[in-house]
């Protein structure tokens, strides 16, 4: 991979806690942004995917809002190159 895919999470967020759980599964390196507590990945992650909810993964051209693990599951077959850069078989 040449760069870390980035997920943008709020502590105690459920859902947050089922993709981090879902990625250590597939030991899928992140760069984990707490948007409550960083006001720019906030920022940011409202400009690529025009709303404020989370979990939000970013990697790439390939970016899946507010989803649950089956949602980021369905994205991703979507994007079968994404899938091998991200090594979840």
């Known amino acids: 991979m040449k760069s870390r895919p980035i997920l943008?999470?709020?502590?105690?967020?459920?859902?947050?806690?089922?993709?981090?759980?879902?990625?250590?599964?597939?030991?899928?390196?992140?760069?984990?942004?707490?948007?409550?507590?960083d006001s720019e990945?906030?920022?940011?992650m409202r400009e690529i995917s025009g709303q404020s909810l989370t979990p939000t993964?970013?990697?790439?051209?390939?970016m899946v809002?507010?989803?649950s693990v089956n949602e980021f599951e369905t994205a991703l077959n979507k994007r079968p190159e994404i899938r091998e850069?991200?090594?979840?078989?």
């Open 8 to 37: 943008y999470i709020k502590s105690g967020c459920p859902w947050c806690d089922d993709a981090l759980a879902y990625f250590s599964r597939h030991d899928v390196p992140l760069d984990i942004r707490d948007v409550r507590t």
């Open 41 to 44: 990945a906030m920022k940011r």
């Open 57 to 62: 993964f970013e990697y790439d051209d390939f």
């Open 65 to 67: 809002a507010d989803f």
């Open 85 to 89: 850069k991200l090594g979840i078989s």
